[in-house]
């Protein structure tokens, strides 16, 4: 099993959960956050550098299988795309599940996800 943890503009946040229904994932915890991604320029204020202000985005949480892992990317990259790629179209990141429970049946693991 894997976590995949994505950071996405907030508009595509429906695009990409269309995408990811399509492909057989509704499960999913949104979040929204602020970030900031690689260094694309340095923010100056009256000639001093600055702390460079946090953008709002959206984490999607979502546990999967490992076989959904790959469909899941290939959907959340197509969607959150800004027409042919842009800075600040978002990052995924692919994290170990150890262990899942649902809390209604105890079931763990897999059946649980
Ligand atoms: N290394 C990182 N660690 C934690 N969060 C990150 C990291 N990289 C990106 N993020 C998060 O993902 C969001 C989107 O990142 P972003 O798409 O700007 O990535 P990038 O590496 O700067 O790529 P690009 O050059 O396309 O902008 C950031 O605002 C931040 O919230
Ligand atoms: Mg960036």
Do not use: W
Not at 58 to 82: G, H, M, S, T, Y
């Amino acid at each position: 099993m894997k976590m995949i943890v994505a950071v996405i503009q907030p508009e595509k946040l429906d695009e990409v959960r269309q995408a990811l229904i399509d492909t057989g994932i509704s499960r999913v915890t949104v979040t929204r956050v602020t970030g900031h991604g690689r260094q694309e320029d340095i923010d100056l204020y009256r000639g001093q550098e600055v702390v460079p202000d946090l953008l709002t985005k959206v984490r999607l949480e979502v546990a999967l299988n490992d076989a959904f892992v790959e469909p899941a990317i290939e959907a959340i990259c197509k969607a959150a795309k800004n027409n042919g790629g842009k800075i600040g179209d978002g990052k995924i990141f692919v994290l170990p599940l150890e262990k899942v429970v649902r809390i209604r049946t105890g079931e763990t693991g897999g059946d649980a996800v």
